[in-house]
Structure formats: structure tokens, C-alpha cells
């Protein structure tokens, strides 16, 4: 069975930094673009990051570029995404989700960043 | 950055209508569009990836179609557990870039 299981979310002032983490099994992990979505209390859905299986290429949103970093260990099977100097507007759900045939196939539950003084 | 925009924002329809969201693209994207399905507090399921192939598991009643700017995602049949918010999604190119949502609702 393929899990994404998210982790690291919480709660965090103004400026502040946090490292979420995703933790994959079930699936040939290093075959896989992956990328961070998220969504904002009552909004859409927000693509962040993505890196490829290689983790040779990354890319991020115009709204993140310079403040956030994803990384992945092929060896753990695992994703990360290091946020830093987090703004209000940053405060959402964060999903990791895993690609096939170009759009996301396999998506975890999701954590909770809230930026907040 | 392509543009999606989808329509309408919402809809109220009854169980066993026929419903159909839009989604165009501001630049073409071939086929290179997912539909996703969201329920409150869930995560997103996608339904239909490539524009027009439906996702292992998920019932013949929703079709994708389209190709280059437009794109429909039908349900020919609504069913109680279709009630839901639906997006859709380009990997034409980097940013990805979802459409704004479409809230089916009980009419």
C-alpha cells in the first residue's frame, strides 16, 4: 500500500523557520517526481515545490523561491521541505504529493503550518 | 506562468444530473491536465490524468476532455458521494498551477 505520511508542522512566530518531512513507503520512491502542495484555511489548492527522482532539479512557486528549500534522501525514502522566514500568508495545509503521468497521483494527509505571533 | 481558470466557482445540482466543469488554460497545454476531487478535511484524489484517462478505481462516470486551452471534466450521473470540490491541474510547465475550485453542492 502507498503512504505519504507528513510531519514537522505546527506552530511558529513571524520569521521563523520549520523542516517538514515526508515519509514514503509502497512505492519505488526514487522513480517519482515529488512535490509540496498546500492550501490555505477555506482556499484553493497552491503547488509550492517540486524536485525530480534525481533530485538533480527543483523548482518552486514565485511566493516561496529564496525562502524555501526541498530536498529529498532517496536512501530514507523520504521528502523534506525547510521553510524559512515564514510569513503569515504562508499559514496552510501542506501536502506532499507524489507524480505519475505528469500530475499527482499519490498524496499524504497533510500537516498544518500556522505562522502566528 | 499559464493561467487556469475554472468555471463555474460553484454549482447546486441534484443526485443523477449531468454536470460539467471547465478549466482553460491561458497558454496551450496539450493534454497535460489532471482533475482532482476534494472532500472537506481530505486530501485530493485525482480522477482523471493526460486530460482524458481515467484513474484506476475511480467510477466510468466521470470523463475528462480536451486538449491545447480547454478542458471539461464531466459527471454524467451525480451521485451523493460526488459532492464535493473539484480542481483541475497543468504540468504543462513549471509553476504548476491549479484551476480556483468548483463546489458541487446539494441542490
Known amino acids: 500500500e502507498v503512504q505519504l505520511v507528513e510531519s514537522g508542522g505546527g506552530l511558529v512566530q513571524p520569521g521563523g523557520s520549520l523542516r517538514l518531512s515526508c515519509a514514503a513507503s509502497?512505492?519505488?520512491?526514487?522513480?517519482?517526481?515529488m512535490s509540496w502542495v498546500r492550501q490555505a484555511p477555506g482556499k484553493g489548492l497552491e503547488w509550492v515545490s517540486a524536485?525530480?527522482?534525481?533530485?538533480?532539479?527543483?523548482y518552486y512557486a514565485d511566493s516561496v523561491k529564496g525562502r524555501f528549500t526541498i530536498s529529498r534522501d532517496n536512501s530514507k525514502n523520504t521528502l523534506s521541505l525547510q521553510m524559512s522566514s515564514l510569513r503569515a500568508e504562508d499559514t496552510a495545509v501542506y501536502y506532499c504529493?507524489?507524480?505519475?503521468?505528469?500530475?499527482?497521483?499519490?498524496w499524504g494527509q497533510g500537516s498544518l503550518v500556522t505562522v502566528s505571533s | 506562468d499559464i493561467q487556469m481558470t475554472q468555471s463555474p466557482s460553484s454549482l447546486s445540482a441534484s443526485v443523477g444530473d449531468r454536470v460539467t466543469i471547465t478549466c482553460r488554460a491561458s497558454?496551450?497545454?496539450?493534454?497535460?491536465l489532471g482533475w482532482y476531487q476534494q472532500k472537506p478535511g481530505k486530501a485530493p484524489k485525482r480522477l482523471i490524468y493526460?486530460?482524458?484517462s481515467l484513474q484506476s478505481g475511480v467510477p466510468s462516470r466521470f470523463s475528462g476532455s480536451g486538449s491545447g486551452t480547454e478542458f471539461t471534466l464531466t459527471i454524467s450521473s451525480l451521485q451523493p458521494e460526488d459532492f464535493a470540490t473539484y480542481y483541475c491541474?497543468?504540468?504543462?510547465?513549471?509553476?504548476?498551477?491549479f484551476g480556483q475550485g468548483t463546489k458541487v453542492e446539494i441542490k
Open positions: 493526460s486530460a482524458s
Open positions: 497558454q496551450g497545454i496539450r493534454n497535460d
Open positions: 504529493a507524489a507524480q505519475e503521468s505528469g500530475s499527482y497521483v499519490h
Open positions: 509502497g512505492f519505488t520512491f526514487s522513480s517519482y517526481a
Open positions: 524536485i525530480s527522482g534525481s533530485f538533480s532539479s527543483t
Open positions: 491541474l497543468q504540468h504543462n510547465s513549471y509553476p504548476r498551477t
